[in-house]
T-cell receptor, first 113, second 116 residues
Framework: KQEVTQIPAALSVPEGENLVLNCSFT??????LQWFRQDPGKGLTSLLL?????REQTSGRLNASLDKSSGRSTLYIAASQPGDSATYLC????????????FGDGTTLTVKP | DGGITQSPKYLFRKEGQNVTLSCEQN?????MYWYRQDPGQGLRLIYY???????QKGDIAEGYSVSREKKESFPLTVTSAQKNPTAFYLC???????????????FGQGTRLTVV
């Protein structure tokens, strides 16, 4: 069974700091890993998708890395802003489970002005 | 604009009632999914459909039912058999290459269901 863990569960930083969110998974047989952002009471917005053959993806101030062999991914946010405050979820899509996704519980980020 | 629309945004259900949540997409995606999210937790898969007229149970299908009569629509019915239906429900869709979702998924804005 795939288990996805996100650490920390909550994080509070002052504006301007660089930060790293962590995602670990137990089954390395995955198609891809996707990072999402969720604002309170809203749906999920896709941030970055990393295919299993890739090591990292970048979009603006965001950089996501994938180390499939160790079952880890990180989301790096540079120069954080109050608008980055949200819950960040990672999801892995398994090869051995009909391609269904397993989600972590998320990290709730607060960036203080 | 292309996207996924869920309705209603808020839904209240009395004990013993069945309610249906709507999910419509105009992205021409083959695959559609229903997830449940409880406070402070990630998403759990209820049902998914890879193609019209076909759907599969997810991890927590008991007490729920779905249909996929049209590519654009994937309604979810929460039946009276669901013991704890109060939650946030999210619908998603994705292109379907080779029967597996290996590309980006898109989500609707969710429906918050409350039992009164």
């Amino acid at each position: 069974k795939q288990e996805v863990t996100q650490i920390p569960a909550a994080l509070s930083v002052p504006e301007g700091e660089n930060l790293v969110l962590n995602c670990s998974f137990t089954d390395s047989a995955i198609y891809n890993l996707q990072w999402f952002r969720q604002d309170p009471g809203k749906g999920l917005t896709s941030l970055l998708l990393i295919q299993s053959s890739q090591r990292e993806q970048t979009s603006g101030r965001l950089n996501a890395s994938l180390d499939k062999s160790s079952g880890r991914s990180t989301l790096y946010i540079a120069a954080s802003q109050p608008g980055d405050s949200a819950t960040y979820l990672c999801a892995v899509r398994r090869i051995t489970n009909a391609g269904k996704s397993t989600f972590g519980d998320g990290t709730t980020l607060t960036v203080k002005p | 604009d292309g996207g996924i629309t869920q309705s209603p945004k808020y839904l209240f259900r009395k004990e013993g009632q069945n309610v249906t949540l709507s999910c419509e997409q105009n992205l021409n995606h083959d695959a559609m999914y229903w997830y449940r999210q409880d406070p402070g937790q990630g998403l759990r898969l209820i049902y998914y459909s890879q193609i019209v007229n076909d759907f599969q149970k997810g991890d927590i299908a008991e007490g729920y039912s779905v249909s996929r009569e049209k590519k654009e629509s994937f309604p979810l019915t929460v039946t009276s058999a669901q013991k704890n239906p109060t939650a946030f429900y999210l619908c998603a869709s994705a292109p379907n290459k080779g029967g597996l979702m290996n590309t980006e998924a898109f989500f609707g804005q969710g429906t918050r269901l409350t039992v009164v």
